[in-house]
C-alpha cells in the first residue's frame, strides 16, 4: 500500500552504536558513505533536514518531573539521529531509508510519516464524535 | 562535563499512551495545554522545528533494507511520538522547557539529547586512529 502524505516522513537512526563491531577504518568509511547519501539526497531537495544527536542524553518523565539518565547508548534501539524528508509517499522514503550506509552494519531505520496534527488530538476528535451518536 | 552546544537540542516525545488513561476532559485540557506550550517556546524563538509522527510506520533493517516490518509498536518503551529542535544552547536549559511540558503530570516522558557537531563515527574513526597511532610511537 503506498501512502500519501504531504508532511513528509522522519526517518529515525537506531542501534547506531558501531564502536563495538567496526574497526576505525570501517567507521570512517560508514561515516562518509553516510555524509555523501545526505549531502546527495539535500541537492535532490529531498532531505531538508538531519542531524546525528550526540549519545549521552536525560530522559524527564512523570508527574514529579524527574530527570534521570538518557537511554542505554547501546542498545538496539536507542536513537543516533534522524532525517526529514520531503517526499510524498512511503514508497520514496522507503526507498530512501534502504540507501542507508548503516544497514548492513545492524542499524534499523524506522520510517514515520509526519503528522499534520497530534494524533492524540485527532483521536480524541474522533472518539467525540462517535461519543455523541 | 561541557553541556554547551550551538547545534541545540532535541526533545523526543515517547508515545506510552500516558493519555489512554485521561478522561475526554483531561485530554482537551492537555491538549489545549501543550499547544499553549509550544506557541510560547515558539514565541520566545526557542523553537527551531518540531512535529508530531503518525502513529504507524516501518522498520527497516538488514542489508540494502530487505527486511521490512511494521512499526513501531505502540508499547515499545522507545517508540516516539513527535519531537521538537530547540534553538538553545546548554543541556540544563533544554531539561528545565522539557519539565514545563504540560503531559509530564499524566505521565508522559521526554527525552533530551544534544544534538551532535558530526557524525560521532567519524568522532570515533578519527579518536581510535589517534590512539593507535600514539600507542605505536
Not at chain 1, 529515525?12 to 547519501?37: C, H, I, N
Not at chain 2, 510506520?57 to 522507545?78: H, Q, T, W
Not at chain 2, 516516539?80 to 522539557?98: C, D, K, R, S, W
Request: with cysteine; hydrophobic share 40%; charged share 25%.
Amino acid at each position: 500500500m503506498n501512502t500519501q502524505n504531504q508532511n513528509g516522513y522522519m526517518l529515525l537512526f537506531r542501534g547506531t552504536e558501531l564502536r563495538k563491531s567496526l574497526s576505525p577504518e570501517e567507521m570512517q568509511k560508514v561515516s562518509e558513505d553516510w555524509m555523501a547519501w545526505f549531502r546527495r539526497l539535500t541537492e535532490e531537495g529531498k532531505a531538508v533536514a538531519g542531524n546525528p544527536l550526540e549519545r549521552e542524553g536525560k530522559i524527564v518523565s512523570g508527574k514529579e518531573r524527574v530527570v534521570s539518565d538518557g537511554p542505554f547508548a547501546e542498545s538496539k534501539e536507542a536513537i543516533g539521529g534522524y532525517f526529514l524528508l520531503d517526499v510524498a509517499t512511503m514508497d520514496e522514503a522507503l526507498a530512501i531509508a534502504k540507501k542507508c550506509p548503516g544497514l548492513p552494519y545492524g542499524i534499523c531505520v524506522e520510517v514515520r510519516p509526519v503528522a499534520g496534527e497530534c494524533p492524540i488530538g485527532a483521536e480524541a476528535r474522533t472518539e467525540a464524535q462517535f461519543a455523541q451518536v | 562535563m561541557n553541556t554547551q552546544n550551538e547545534n541545540g537540542h532535541m526533545l523526543l516525545f515517547s508515545s506510552n499512551e500516558w493519555y489512554k488513561k485521561l478522561s475526554h476532559e483531561e485530554l482537551q485540557k492537555v491538549i489545549s495545554q501543550a499547544k499553549a506550550w509550544f506557541d510560547r517556546l515558539n514565541a520566545l524563538g526557542k523553537v527551531k522545528g518540531g512535529q508530531a509522527l503518525a502513529r504507524k510506520g516501518a522498520i527497516l533493517s538488514g542489508r540494502n533494507g530487505r527486511s521490512v516490518s511494521d512499526g513501531p509498536f505502540a508499547e515499545s518503551k522507545e517508540a516516539i511520538g513527535g519531537y521538537l529542535l530547540l534553538e538553545v544552547e546548554t543541556l540544563e536549559e533544554a531539561i528545565e522547557i522539557a519539565r514545563t511540558n504540560p503531559a509530564l503530570a499524566y505521565g508522559a516522558s521526554i527525552e533530551i539529547r544534544p544534538v551532535a557537531e558530526e557524525c560521532p563515527l567519524n568522532t570515533w574513526a578519527r579518536e581510535s586512529a589517534l590512539q593507535e597511532q600514539l600507542a605505536n610511537a
